[in-house]
């Protein structure tokens, strides 16, 4: 079956950063598209990044564009997000994502991923 396991998330002080992992098994993820997506203590699960398996594609929220880069390496089958200039509002649980890519292209939305990792902890002190 499908498995996405992430890693790397941790305690760091406001503007480090730390490298999550998502290690995906279980079938082809060719044509799929993998996101990250977060959820803070109260609040809702929002999207944070999405890449094309090919890589040839990403798309960013607005919050952390500039700051977090996603990526792929197929031959380890695994995604990274790579989170620059941390701040104490991106604290959450992080979760890893995969989905068909839709007609509108990589998607920003819960509902357009088929699985999910159990998610890493990423807490940015102060």
């Known amino acids: 079956q499908v498995q996405l396991v992430e890693s790397g998330g941790g305690l760091v002080q406001a503007g480090g950063s730390l490298r999550l992992s998502c290690a995906a098994s279980?079938?082809?993820?060719?044509?799929?598209?993998m996101g990250w997506f977060r959820q803070a203590p109260g609040k809702s699960r929002e999207f944070v990044a999405a890449?094309?398996?090919?890589?040839?594609?990403?798309y960013y929220a607005v919050s952390v564009k500039g700051r977090f880069t996603i990526s792929v390496d197929n031959a380890k089958n695994t995604v990274y997000l790579q989170m620059n200039n941390l701040k104490p509002e991106d604290t959450a649980v992080y979760y890893c994502?995969?989905?068909?890519?839709?007609?509108?292209?990589?998607?920003?939305?819960?509902?357009?991923?088929?699985?999910w990792g159990q998610g890493t902890q990423v807490t940015v002190s102060s």
């Open positions: 994502a995969a989905g068909g890519v839709g007609p509108g292209g990589l998607g920003r939305f819960s509902s357009e991923y088929d699985y």
């Open positions: 890449i094309s398996w090919s890589g040839g594609s990403t």
């Open positions: 279980g079938r082809t993820f060719s044509g799929y598209a």
